[in-house]
């Protein structure tokens, strides 16, 4: 990257020395908000990418799998003419929802109570 930005500075030597001494130099360097590229780090389980990799798959089923293109543009025109069919046809809202405390707490002590480390609760009690 250093050589694409045209960054003459001296990397140093992995482990030991300048950008390359640690993860953390690294991650800095390529993180610089004043280089033309700018790497972003995600988290792998970040939940944004799940509705975008559906949207891709649905693309792929609706327009590529069987998709006949005869140029590059032909294919950039299919897809752009697809997107607002879709945002007209499939888009819902994405409903985001986070799991309260006590919805975990209540989720432990249910395995806790399955695997026998808890008395079964009142109303376990009653359905047996």
């Known amino acids: 990257m250093a050589q694409t930005l045209g960054d003459e500075q001296e990397l140093g030597e992995k482990g030991k020395s300048g950008i390359l001494e640690s ?7 390529l993180s610089d908000h ?17 509705p975008i ?10 327009v590529l799998r069987r998709g006949n ?16 069919y879709s945002n007209r046809h499939f888009a819902k809202v994405w409903k985001w929802s986070a799991i309260k405390t006590k919805q975990i707490e209540a989720l432990i ?3 806790m109570r399955i695997e026998g480390v808890l008395p079964p609760s009142e109303d376990e009690k009653m359905v047996a």
């Open 23 to 29: 993860m953390q130099t690294r991650a800095a360097y």
């Open 53 to 62: 990799e559906v949207w891709f798959s649905i693309l792929d089923k609706h």
């Open 109 to 111: 002590a249910k395995v």
């Open 69 to 84: 293109f005869i140029s590059k543009e032909d294919l950039r025109e299919k897809i752009q003419r697809y997107i607002p």
């Open 34 to 50: 004043e280089h033309r590229i700018r790497f972003v780090y995600t988290p792998k389980h970040c939940s944004w990418l799940n």
